[in-house]
C-alpha cells in the first residue's frame, strides 16, 4: 500500500537519519513520464535505509515505481562486484536550475531489496 508523504516528511527523509553521501554510481529504469521504458545511469546524491536521491534526465512523474541497480564499492563487499537491486517510489522531483539538466528525484524505498553478485 504506497502511502503519501508532505514536504515536510520528505525533508525528514534526507536529513532525519545520517545517510550516505558518497557518490554510488547507478543504473534507473522505469517507466518516464510519456509512458516510455527507459534505463538511465546516474549518480546517488543520498541513500540511507528509507529512500535516495539522484538526478535524472528523463522526466518522471511522482508515484512513479522505479527500480535502482546501484554498484556497491567492493571495500565494503570484500574485494566483490556486487550491486544492490532496490525498488522504490518517486515521493518528490525537483527541476534543477540549469533547464537541459532534467530533475533531481526523491523515492521512498520498498521494504525489499536484493543484494547480488554482478554477473548475476
Known amino acids: 500500500m504506497a502511502t503519501k508523504m508532505s514536504a515536510d516528511n520528505l525533508d525528514l527523509l534526507e536529513r532525519r537519519d545520517h545517510g550516505f553521501t558518497f557518490p554510488?554510481?547507478?543504473?534507473?529504469e522505469g517507466m518516464n513520464a510519456k509512458g516510455r521504458d527507459f534505463a538511465e545511469e546516474t549518480v546517488l546524491t543520498f541513500?540511507?535505509?528509507?529512500?535516495s536521491s539522484f538526478r535524472l534526465t528523463n522526466p518522471i512523474q511522482i508515484g512513479a515505481n522505479l527500480k535502482l541497480i546501484i554498484d556497491l564499492p567492493e571495500k565494503l563487499c570484500e574485494d566483490?562486484?556486487?550491486k544492490l537491486v532496490i525498488r522504490g517510489r518517486v515521493a518528490k522531483v525537483e527541476a534543477l536550475r540549469l533547464s537541459n539538466s532534467g530533475q533531481q528525484v526523491t523515492i521512498k524505498f520498498d521494504s525489499k531489496y536484493i543484494i547480488k553478485?554482478?554477473?548475476s
Open 47 to 51: 541513500i540511507n535505509h528509507e529512500g
Open 80 to 82: 566483490k562486484a556486487l
Open 24 to 28: 554510488l554510481p547507478t543504473q534507473v
Open 117 to 119: 553478485p554482478e554477473n
